[in-house]
Each structure stands twice: as structure tokens, then as C-alpha cells.
């Protein structure tokens, strides 16, 4: 792709190409040595990093649900009510897992940055590894962040015992 010319964080955008024969825009933006995010997108579009941030982020969820951590997928349940109680269930540990890690990142345990300048981990990948280190016998309890994930998870507990949500399997 040398013959693109775009240096680390150059971007190029090319209008009216034709894709399978869908005509559309494309958009280049080199992130290292050899390293591109190509899109594709339709005429008129402007602006398409932070769309394509946005959507990235969406898909970042979907595949913590489903594989990277949560395996939402493995699932054998049939009934649909249960199921609905699971994807919540797993809704709101992906919620946590990405507080924490943003929180974590945020303070003194930020995410280690690759080559290209991404992060290594998703905020939830980070938030779930902190929680499995938390659970790991020699963790001190005065570790700020585990006083900030037992305060949380006080909170929830406070708040599934005053609206009397306690009963979730069944």
C-alpha cells in the first residue's frame, strides 16, 4: 500500500468508487507501518471517522456479549423469558466490567497503547481482567479499586433488596 503515500494517521478519501457494484465513498487512514482501516460508505456521507467510532463501539459490545468474556452464545436455555433474564443479566455485567475499566483507565491503571496508537483492550476487557485480579486471594482490601467495585456492588444490592428483585432465576 506504499503507493497510497499516507503516513501514520494520514487519512485519504476517494469519491464515486465502485465496490462490487455498489457506488460509494472509501475512506483510508494509515495506522502504522503496513496497518489501514479501509471504509466504505455512500455518497454524501461526511465526517465518517467519528461515525464509524461510534459503530465500532456498538460492535465492541456485541462481541463481549457474545464470545469475549460473556459467551452470551453458549447459552441452552429455550424459554424466553429466561433468556430475556440472561441477556439482562449479562447486559448489566458488561456495564460493570466497562465502569470499572473506564474508571481504572481514568485513574492509575490506564490501558497500554499498541504501535498504532489503539488500545490493547477494549474498556471492557480491562474492567474484567481488574475483576478477575480482585477476586484472586492475595488482593488487599484497601485496594481503591476494590473498595470502589464492594461500594458498587453494595449499591446493587441496596437496590435489588428495596425493590424486592431479588428473585431473577425462575
Not at 433468556?83 to 497500554?112: N, T
Request: hydrophobic fraction near 45%.
Amino acid at each position: 500500500m506504499a503507493e497510497l503515500g499516507l503516513a501514520p494517521g494520514q487519512v485519504r478519501r476517494f469519491a464515486r468508487v465502485q465496490l462490487d457494484g455498489v457506488w460509494g465513498q472509501a475512506w483510508v487512514k494509515a495506522l502504522a507501518a503496513d496497518e489501514f482501516v479501509f471504509l466504505f460508505a455512500a455518497d454524501g456521507l461526511h465526517h465518517l471517522e467519528p461515525l464509524y467510532a461510534g459503530r465500532w463501539t456498538i460492535e465492541q459490545c456485541f462481541q463481549s456479549l457474545k464470545g469475549r468474556g460473556f459467551n452470551r452464545e453458549a447459552t441452552h436455555l429455550r424459554c424466553l423469558h429466561k433468556r430475556r433474564k440472561l441477556v439482562a443479566l449479562v447486559s448489566l455485567a458488561y456495564a460493570f466490567c466497562l465502569g470499572v475499566g473506564a474508571a481504572a483507565h481514568g485513574g492509575r491503571q490506564p490501558i497500554a497503547r499498541k504501535n498504532h496508537g489503539h488500545r490493547a483492550v477494549s474498556l471492557s476487557r480491562h474492567g474484567l481482567n481488574l475483576l478477575r485480579q480482585l477476586t484472586r486471594p492475595l488482593t488487599p482490601p484497601e485496594d481503591p479499586l476494590a473498595r470502589m467495585v464492594e461500594t458498587i456492588l453494595n449499591w446493587i444490592a441496596r437496590q435489588l433488596a428495596r425493590n424486592q428483585l431479588l428473585k431473577i432465576v425462575g
